[in-house]
Nanobody, 124 residues
């Protein structure tokens, strides 16, 4: 089965940057679109970014466009989320997820596999 392990979270000041990583194992990485979602306390989990199987397409939530960049390395079975110009409202637990749906799925229900998440806290 698919296993996903996130890393790279932490505490950062507003305006700073972090890079999250998600290590994939258990199946063929290039068969999956990879997404990042986040969940703040007492809020629903929300879509952040997604990248297609071969990196040909990406999609972002409006709230992170221009600040976050998703990338993947199929040779390393890893997906990344580069987060720049961080804001306090970006504070959340960030989870990566894997989907066998073609293209750039953005709905939680389109993902079958989830990591445990990594906490990102942005101080003002």
């Amino acid at each position: 089965q698919v296993q996903l392990v996130e890393s790279g979270g932490g505490l950062v000041q507003a305006g700073g940057s972090l890079r999250l990583s998600c290590a994939f194992s258990g199946r063929t990485f290039s068969s999956y679109a990879m997404g990042w979602f986040r969940q703040a306390p007492e809020k629903e989990r929300e879509f952040v970014a997604v990248i297609s199987r071969r990196s040909s397409s990406t999609s972002y939530a409006e709230s992170v466009k221009g600040r976050f960049t998703i990338a993947r390395d199929n040779a390393k079975n890893t997906v990344y989320l580069q987060m720049n110009s961080l804001k306090p409202e970006d504070t959340a637990k960030y989870s990566c997820a894997a989907s066998m749906i073609l293209g750039v799925p953005q709905l939680r229900g389109e993902y079958d596999n989830w990591g445990q998440g990594t906490q990102v806290t942005v101080s003002s």
